[in-house]
């Protein structure tokens, strides 16, 4: 069974920093896209950072201040978020895919946070 699982969401003041994690688990995900996305509420979900071999991609709004990587050993790939403001605050997600992430696998989401 295919699970993956966020952990490293909280809560920050603005100019702070948060690192998630997602660990994925039951099958091998070293040549899929992995990627985080994130909805505030009232909005739509939308892709924040995602990687796929040595290619990333970066929302504008977070370019220079998150960086996303991964550990195909381990299977996890992370998100280091610096300089945090609250309109970065949402339940972030996690999603392993190959090409559609609607065909992919999600974690559960973890909240982040950002207090003014």
């Known amino acids: 069974q295919v699970q993956l699982v966020e952990s490293g969401g909280g809560l920050v003041q603005a100019g702070g920093s948060l690192r998630l994690s997602c660990a994925a688990s039951?099958?091998?995900?070293?040549?899929?896209?992995m990627g985080w996305f994130r909805q505030a509420p009232g909005e739509e979900r939308e892709l924040v950072a995602a990687v796929r071999w040595s290619v990333s991609y970066y929302k504008d709004s977070v370019k220079g201040r998150f960086t996303i990587s991964r550990d195909n050993a381990k299977n996890t790939v992370y998100l280091q978020m610096n300089s945090l403001t609250p309109e970065d605050t949402a339940v972030y997600y996690c999603a392993t895919y190959d090409g559609d992430p609607s065909t992919g696998y999600w974690g559960q989401g973890t909240q982040v946070t950002v207090s003014s």
């Open positions: 039951g099958r091998t995900f070293s040549s899929y896209a």
